[in-house]
């Protein structure tokens, strides 16, 4: 099995963005839950199992409707 890339290392600008990005959307004002839709998204086009597992049980834990979340998961082969 391949190891996981370590970002902090490979791309430290690049994970510095992303955790600026992340403290952005937390007070940007959208739902929490529909911020979870689209890291569950960007996880689909990515390719991320780990992520889409994770992403779709913290939309749930948020509050996001199952229909709404499964229609995300089956769109799984879109990208």
């Not at 739902?31 to 990515?46: G, M, V, W, Y």
């Not at 779709?56 to 499964?70: N, P, Y």
């Amino acid at each position: 099995m391949q190891s996981r890339a370590e970002y902090g290392i490979a791309a430290p600008d690049a994970l510095k963005a992303m955790y600026g990005l992340e403290a952005y959307l937390k007070k940007c004002g959208l739902e929490p839950s529909l911020l979870e839709l689209i890291k569950l998204r960007a996880s689909q086009i990515n390719g991320c199992a780990y992520c889409i597992d994770k992403h779709s049980k913290d939309a749930r834990a948020r509050g996001e409707t199952e229909q709404r979340r499964l229609a995300h998961v089956q769109n799984l082969n879109v990208a």
